[in-house]
């Protein structure tokens, strides 16, 4: 007949979830305030928010965490009379190749050997300053003010 429309209206004007990920996304948001823990759309939208800012803060960790960790190491290193980029200068110059984070654990919980690693480093820095050459142990070059 004429009458009816080949093509049948759905039941639902939107897409349903399928239940798996309809239960996946309930309990993501488990502890959410107000209807964002219970109404599917509202949850839906911020369970998407909530994994935006996991993504976003899980970088950001890593970047606060050095930030920490070069605040410590300059905290240690001024007790000693030498700033953070004098330190690491020197460090460098001396061949030393401690890390960031190994050097703030030092500054904080070992303080006597810290101060032999900024003793070194400010040996380091004197000899890269008085222009005397010092043969490198990797590569056989040398430093100093004739090469």
């Not at 030393?96 to 480093?121: C, D, H, T, W």
């Not at 004197?126 to 004739?146: K, T």
Request: charged share 25%; glycine share 8%; net charge positive.
């Amino acid at each position: 007949p004429a009458h009816r429309c080949p093509v049948r209206a759905p039941l639902h004007s939107t897409p349903r979830a399928p239940m798996g990920r309809r239960e996946t996304i309930f309990r993501l948001a488990k502890g959410f305030r107000g209807r964002s823990k219970n109404c599917w759309s509202l949850a839906l939208r911020r369970v998407q928010k909530g994994l935006q800012y996991a993504y976003a803060h899980r970088r950001l960790k890593k970047r606060e965490a050095r930030a920490v960790q070069i605040q410590q190491i300059n905290a240690g290193a001024r007790e000693y009379g030498i700033s953070y980029s004098r330190l690491i200068r020197g460090l460098y110059l001396a061949d030393i190749g401690l890390n960031r984070k190994m050097l703030s654990v030092l500054a904080r919980q070992e303080p006597y050997s810290f101060r032999a690693i900024v003793e070194e480093a400010k040996k380091g820095l004197r000899v890269s300053v008085l222009g005397v050459e010092q043969v490198d142990a990797g590569s056989g070059a040398q430093r100093g003010a004739d090469s």
